[in-house]
């Protein structure tokens, strides 16, 4: 939990800077952010967590009628 608040943290007050720079500048090679972040991949969240986030918006958009 705490690599995820860590991560908004950094998002929040580096937003000029894309995330994936943002994560090459703190991810150590071989780190335990590394390694989480290579299972994510492999399991194929990315693509899940922007799904749920656009059905969200689409509900948002939906109920704001």
Known sequence: ???????????????????????????SSGGTTAQAIYVLEKLGVSPAIKDAITA??????????
């Open 56 to 65: 969200a918006y689409e509900k948002a958009q939906k109920l704001s009628k």
């Open 1 to 27: 939990i705490q690599m995820f608040q860590g991560a908004l943290e950094l998002a929040e007050h580096n937003g000029k800077l894309h995330l994936a720079e943002q994560t090459d500048r703190v991810t």
